[in-house]
């Protein structure tokens, strides 16, 4: 084994539905990846047979038998100190109950370490490698999509917190008096509004309570996509629903500037693809709420990293720590 | 010079009216203090020298010559980056200008090594150094005083952000809709409901809005204190101030916790006393208002230093790290 053949690590992003899996070089280059299912098999230890069937296969492909430095996980619901996924609802093979997934990969893998997160912290690592973020010791990385996760860097260092889950601003309150109903139990939380599915929610409660005309009116399933093209469109509820949205987010990043003092928020997922709509109001409700000191100081970036590439690239962020 | 001989270091506490100081040994004991006025001098160099002067007598009273391994200093936005007072209102010496304090405040003490940070992350170092979170690497010191102050600290350091001013908690938005007016300029922030004079303005509405009966009817300038003692007598009105000053600070505590995941929220400072009034309501609000996963998980701890002695204390932890 060569010194050069430590210079590859793996990254997976493991999602409800699938599990991206990449081997990546010093770079950020993906030099082999696959994709399996994660939803074949409501058992940990098959899903995790399966995982290790496709790392092989792909570092085979990449000729990089031997040179795997780690492995880094981005996992919902990912403890990075036990390297436990602890009650994970949306992973059929964890049942929500608690599987010491490092462990059991790294076992199926001849011992090459493994590390793992949740996936916003993944992303943060991600941009700090190699993405918007480089160079930056403090930022905090909002990830906008299905949900609003987050993670937040202090010092060059994600910040993991007494348990290993710090950085759950998606469920910081947005919304004090009779806010939405969150699946986490709460009313009100962050990302009942600005995520994608609380931009959709927005639009279909604002078209039910007036008779505002719109080109979504004509729509059965109104998703956030359908918001986005309306607003392409010129329409004028599809343009204040986003106004709305990014109100609300640059309100709560008033609150998370005041907490540590970030040079940059860098937003990365499928919403943040809306910037042309989002990131005026954002930058407008962040200035007008945060306190005088940091007024126009805070960056506003979005993520540059090709979203396909950005998880397991986060991921493999990791395994260089390792 | 023996080795026994580093074993001293100084806390110094400049508030608007005084600066307190205080050479204190290695076990937390403050082996001589004194007070010197800090309005008495509307210029830095001879507010620096009168300190200076200040030091060097209690040095000589302790028999500390050439044994002050450093100074730490808990000031009014302070940076603890720079040593630069940036913009301190209420120190009229500084006149809101940007004074080098911990320069200047070296040179005059001979070369011994100045370090200084805003006074609520010097309370947070003195929890950890001598208090209540002594052992602990991540906790939210929170000070409820004439404001409401915060020292976060993470992984065991205080966080001070890309610009050394983080932990401006008190700033946070508590009410979003006709908050009321806060000195930063904006409106609805925390420390406008949930400080000492937070306590006796809400006082102070109720009684305007309502005819209800209380024991603060008769008083001409009602003051926190004068709220506390109306709620030891079991006043109706006063006992709800304090009901909805908890739940203020419980829910945005709720929103801390899901940021950085901190073992405890340590709360500091005058309001903390109301104690008695102010635990179960934060502690519900907390509660009602974290995501499952924190429920009744983190404490809510109350500062055991003795207030005089605390801001001493705080200040000097600062400079064992020197």
Redesign the interface.
Known sequence: MTSMGQDLVIGIDVGGQTAKCGVVDARGNIVAQTVISSENTTNAEEFVSALAEALNRIIVEAKAEGCIRGIGVGIPNGNFYTGVVE?AVNLVWAKGGNIPFAKMLQEQMNGIPVSLTNDANAAAMGEMTYGAARGM??FIMITLGTGVGSG?V??G?V???????????G???A??HNGRRCN???EGCLETYASATGVARTAREWLDMTDEPSLLRSLDNIKSKNVYEAAKEGDKLALRVFDYTGRILG?KF???I??????AIVLFGGLARAREFLEEPIRKAMDE?V????RG?VKLVFSQLKESDAAILGASALAWEL
């Open positions: 009650n010791k403090n937040i202090i010092n260092e910040v993991y917190g007494h348990d290993g889950f710090a950085g759950e601003l469920h910081t309150c919304v004090r986490c139990g709460k309100e008033a609150d998370f005041e907490f540590s003092a970030p040079e709420n306190i005088p000191l940091w100081k």
